[in-house]
């Protein structure tokens, strides 16, 4: 069973939330060759999709050969995909970008991708610019990675949100390489918007506390997350920072048929602020030593004894009021120990990294709805 199965009942318990819901999943890959090792076959992101009910923006992996190649085949990946992919294309800055990006619009691209860490360029290369332009003139979004691995970007996207009228600026993985202080600037830049391809709770909450929720758009990063597996966080971290069903519903596909359509995103109200951030210290343990455990997953290491003290943090009690928390998090860990072992290129060293990435974003966000089938773990201390 594919770990997105296992994960089903907790995003229906948060669709059921949900006055409707067009997912739209605006940052996933296709590719074979990128140096990291990993690879994303069309067939498995269409069904990663389908098991999401989701549509998708596309664009190349890492190829180090160049995008001309990896451009024509994400645009017959769209073509033949029944509408639910979006084609962009990806351009290196060193190697005649704007030929390239004007080439991918003109065969069908949507949208234009940017990766400052793969082919090493910084946005205030004049580069940058002429291709932001060019956006802008094509009414079509430039999707940037700020990420992990990179310098601060974030003084550089106001400059181009400022001196470009009308791009649709989109900075992926919540922005967390300048989240610290750019959020107090979005509000003033209406083109410039983030995705939520990144898997920290804690980074994702601060994107939703702090950002307004109409510059905000679902992505998954598939095939590094998986378009279920996001859309739980995404949700889970969103009706937990105080996001309305409305709002949420909008986030995650509404706004992004916007920016493909030409049209600006919808301003959505205020960012709902920090107040719904409290937190309770007994789960926020439990989050710290999941959050372990999935580092250690990561980076293909044990994570035994991690896991272990989370079972033991679990004991609350059963009437405690992190009880129905707490079962969660042991239902999942129990569909992680049951979990097939990763296909090469699939997934961040095996499928259980998903589910134990899932587990420390539950201990994290215990107001967001989950199924009742998770409910019937026991969290009463257990003899010794």
């Known amino acids: 069973m594919h770990v997105d199965d296992m994960l089903g009942p907790w995003l229906e318990a948060l669709v059921d939330e949900l006055p409707s819901l067009d997912a739209f999943d605006f940052h996933t890959h296709i590719g074979e060759r990128d140096p990291d090792g990993f690879s994303s076959a069309q067939e498995d992101l269409l069904a990663g999709l389908e098991r999401a009910d989701a549509r998708a923006a596309v664009f190349p992996m890492h190829e ?19 509408g639910r992919l979006v084609p962009f294309c990806r351009v290196d800055p060193h190697d005649e970008p704007l030929a390239e990006a004007e080439r991918s619009l003109d065969a069908g691209a949507r949208g234009i991708k940017l990766h400052p860490r793969a082919e090493g360029f910084a946005l205030s290369l004049p580069a ?7 956006a802008a003139e094509r009414r079509v979004p430039v999707l940037v990675h700020a990420g992990r691995g990179i310098p601060a970007l974030g003084r550089d996207a106001l400059v181009l949100c400022e001196r470009v009228p009308g791009l649709s600026l989109v900075l992926a993985h919540a922005g967390v390489s300048d989240l610290s202080w750019l959020w107090r600037h979005a509000p003033d830049h209406p083109g410039l918007a983030f995705d939520t391809a990144w898997w920290s709770p804690v980074d994702l909450l601060t994107l939703f506390a702090l950002v307004p929720p109409g510059q905000i758009l679902f992505g998954s990063d598939a095939p590094y997350g998986t378009p279920v597996q996001s859309a739980i966080l995404t949700l889970r971290c969103a009706l937990q920072a105080g996001l309305s069903p409305d709002q949420a519903s909008a986030m995650m596909g509404a ?7 030409g049209d600006p995103l919808l301003d959505l109200g205020p960012a709902p602020g920090e107040d719904a951030l409290d937190h309770d210290i007994l789960l926020e343990r439990l989050h710290v030593l999941l959050a372990i455990a999935a580092r250690h997953h990561l980076h293909g290491q044990d994570a035994d004894q991690e896991i272990a003290l989370a079972r033991l943090a679990c004991e609350v009690g059963e009437d405690a009021p992190q009880a129905a928390t707490c079962r969660q998090v042991l239902a999942l860990l129990d569909l992680a120990e049951r979990a097939p072992p990763r296909r090469p290129g699939t997934a961040p ?5 998903h589910l134990v990435v899932t587990a420390a974003v539950v201990a994290r966000t215990p107001d967001a709805p989950a199924p009742s089938a998770a409910l019937g773990q026991s969290v009463g201390a257990r003899a010794r």
């Open 255 to 261: 706004q992004a048929d916007r920016l493909l359509g």
């Open 64 to 82: 180090p050969g160049g995008y001309r190649g990896a451009n024509d085949g994400v645009l017959l990946a769209a073509r033949v995909s029944d």
């Open 349 to 353: 060293q095996h499928q259980a990294t």
């Open 128 to 134: 940058v610019a002429d291709l932001c332009a060019l």
